[in-house]
């Protein structure tokens, strides 16, 4: 069985930092691009950063470039998401997702989440 | 950048169909992934591409898509259906995921 558990949230100061992490079990995960996903209260989700399998290919929203590192380390199956000068508008659950691929006919491979973990909250205030 | 557009709210009367729809242009070349997210819970995914529904969706549950929109159709909506639906694709110009705001489905 598929699961990704995060933890690692809590309460922090603005300007201050925090680091997520993701435990994943039950399927190869060195295999599987990963994401970072955060859902500020009463609000949407947003897309927060992107790791390719083996770590070659990072991407991030521009809400946090710059201010968030994300990682993994295939021979502990974790993701993590480092969080440095974190603004109150970070207040958010932080959710890792697995990502595949698919594609066919005159489409091309578009991504999907097609596991996901509980989330961790992290809240940001004085 | 890309954009997808959702309506805020829709409602369907128990056991009605009812569609929700994603529009943006990048739907004109990847299909979109649709995410139903209860009160308090996670997200799960209930539909990726063409149409195709993970282990454990009901098959009243599909998918569609027609030049730049996509819709999740709930074909006899439950009570437990009752969520937050999200679509989400690819960011047309970098490869980036991209969410849609989210469509607030109420069962009458």
């Known amino acids: 069985e598929v699961q990704l558990v995060e933890s690692g949230g809590g309460l922090v100061q603005p300007g201050g930092s925090l680091r997520v992490s993701c435990a994943a079990s039950g399927f190869t995960f060195s295999n599987f691009n990963m994401n970072w996903v955060r859902q500020a209260p009463g609000k949407g989700l947003e897309w927060v950063s992107y790791?390719?399998?083996?770590?070659?290919?990072?991407y991030y929203a521009d809400s946090v470039k710059g201010r968030f590192t994300i990682s993994r380390d295939n021979a502990k199956n974790s993701l993590y998401l480092q969080m440095n000068s974190l603004r109150a508008e970070d207040t958010a659950v932080y959710y890792c997702a697995r990502l595949r691929y698919y594609g066919s006919g005159s489409y091309s491979p578009a991504p999907y989440l097609d596991y996901w973990g509980q989330g961790t909250l992290v809240t940001v205030s004085s | 950048s890309s954009e997808l557009t959702q309506d805020p709210a829709v409602s369907v009367a128990l056991g009605q169909t009812v569609r929700i729809t994603c529009q943006g242009d990048s739907l004109r070349s990847y299909y979109a992934s649709w995410y139903q997210q209860k009160p308090g819970q996670a997200p799960i995914l209930v539909i990726y591409?063409?149409?195709n529904r993970p282990s454990g969706i009901p098959d009243r549950f599909s998918g569609s898509s027609s030049g730049n929109t996509a819709s999740l159709t709930i074909t006899g909506a439950q009570a437990e259906d009752e969520a937050a639906y999200y679509c989400?694709?690819?960011?047309?110009?970098?490869?980036?995921?991209?969410f849609g705001g989210g469509t607030k489905l109420t069962v009458l």
């Open positions: 989400s694709s690819r960011d047309s110009s970098r490869d980036y995921v991209v």
């Open positions: 790791i390719s399998s083996s770590s070659r290919t990072i």
């Open positions: 591409g063409k149409n």
